[in-house]
């Protein structure tokens, strides 16, 4: 099983890369720090003559590599209520993959997992859940599963170490991305 980490942060060391660390443990995984990618503002061509050219940059490296791995694993804070800069930008980015023949994306994700680990200071577990509706609606529209999602509570770096519901989560789907 390939697991692919995409983590949302806009920065490095944060509750939500630390959860997803937890949750990886010495798992064999490919990881992109979506903060550390050059992704170029997204433009909607669809209705534009010529449309879209075929995918390429640092954006289409990760989209490709959504499409060769069986298990993505998004993890972002809640900012704002929503998901951060960093991933939206990723996720607007599909409109461009769809429209790629090359890629074949919608068709390259269907029927794969995908689980989500998001963090918050501000009553998380209830203010994240729109959030966990968004990546639900997005990932069915690819025809992809939502798997698990954990939400934990945090705001400085390494609260959400202390947040033990979260971190008990974390180990269970550790121990279930391991076969164990």
């Known amino acids: 099983m390939k697991l692919l980490a995409l983590y949302g942060s806009a920065r490095r060391g944060g509750n939500s890369e630390q959860l997803l660390d937890r949750v990886l443990g010495d798992l064999p995984v490919t990881r992109y720090y979506l903060s550390q990618l050059d992704q170029a503002p997204f ?58 023949p090359a890629l074949q994306f919608k068709e390259r994700l269907r029927g794969k997992k995908a689980h989500v680990i998001l963090t918050g200071g501000d009553r998380p577990r209830i203010k994240a859940l729109p959030l966990v509706q968004q990546f639900e609606y997005a990932l069915g529209f690819m025809g992809m599963e939502l798997g698990e999602y954990i939400i934990g509570q945090g705001s400085k770096p390494g609260d959400v170490m202390q947040d033990e519901r979260a971190v008990f989560q974390a180990d269970w789907l550790h121990r279930q991305l391991a076969g164990e």
């Open 43 to 100: 433009s909607d061509l669809r209705h534009e003559p010529g449309g879209f050219p075929p995918v390429s940059g640092p954006a289409g490296e990760v989209l490709r590599a959504m499409t060769e791995h069986d298990v993505l694993l998004f993890a972002c804070p809640v900012y704002w209520y929503g998901m951060s800069a960093q991933l939206k930008q990723l996720v607007d980015q599909w409109s461009h993959a769809l429209r790629d």
